[in-house]
T-cell receptor, first 114, second 115 residues
Framework: AQSVTQLDSQVPVFEEAPVELRCNYS??????LFWYVQYPNQGLQLLLK??????LVKGINGFEAEFNKSQTSFHLRKPSVHISDTAEYFC????????????FGSGTRLLVRP | SAVISQKPSRDICQRGTSLTIQCQVD?????MFWYRQQPGQSLTLIAT?????????ESGFVIDKFPISRPNLTFSTLTVSNMSPEDSSIYLC????????????FGPGTRLTVT
């Protein structure tokens, strides 16, 4: 069975500063990895995904993530955040073994301050 | 990408009543999912709904409490039965697009408050 751990429940950061949101997963088989963003009172939007190939994945809104198999991590990064990036960010994993059902982490609230 | 709408967007219901949430997709999809997001929590999968078969429920969720219908490839409903305040949550449906490498698209959610 897969599981996802997001180590930080909240990350405060100043505008234009870099940010990293951490995600670690546990699985005995190959996985697909996703980052979703949820803006206040909205549904989830896919930021980026890793299926195979290059371990550095670029997504929308300037975000990127790096898959590290040895450390079972998939941390999300952005070199310079904006106020509008304030939202809840969810890391998720799926695999063939779970019929591709998404297993979500507990979420990290990114709070960007001016 | 699939566009998903949900009705109602929010509702306030009394204890003991039931609410049916509708999920409409703008294209035909095989797999639809229903999630619950309790206040301040992450998403938990309730069930997977495939057209033409019974929904598959996750551990901790039962059909009597959360009956699901999937009459065609673009529509599904989730009913929250005999509600209690503990059912206050956001309920989201999602669809899987296997043509987009298993990406799931989410609806805007239904915010349910049970008093």
């Amino acid at each position: 069975a897969q599981s996802v751990t997001q180590l930080d429940s909240q990350v405060p950061v100043f505008e234009e500063a870099p940010v990293e949101l951490r995600c670690n997963y546990s699985s005995s088989v190959s996985v697909y990895l996703f980052w979703y963003v949820q803006y206040p009172n909205q549904g989830l939007q896919l930021l980026l995904k890793y299926l195979s190939g290059s371990t550095l994945v670029k997504g929308i809104n300037g975000f990127e993530a790096e898959f590290n198999k040895s450390q079972t991590s998939f941390h999300l990064r952005k070199p310079s955040v904006h106020i509008s990036d304030t939202a809840e960010y969810f890391c998720a994993v799926s695999s063939m073994d779970s019929s591709y059902k998404l297993i979500f982490g507990s979420g990290t609230r990114l709070l960007v301050r001016p | 990408s699939a566009v998903i709408s949900q009705k109602p967007s929010r509702d306030i219901c009394q204890r003991g009543t039931s609410l049916t949430i509708q999920c409409q997709v703008d294209s035909q999809v095989t797999m639809m999912f229903w999630y619950r997001q309790q206040p301040g929590q992450s998403l938990t999968l309730i069930a997977t709904a495939n057209q033409g078969s019974e929904a598959t429920y996750e551990s901790g969720f039962v059909i009597d409490k959360f009956p699901i219908s999937r009459p065609n490839l673009t529509f599904s409903t989730l009913t929250v039965s005999n509600m209690s305040p503990e059912d206050s949550s956001i309920y989201l449906c999602s669809v899987e697009d296997r043509d987009s490498d298993y990406e799931q698209y989410f609806g805007p959610g239904t915010r349910l408050t049970v008093t």
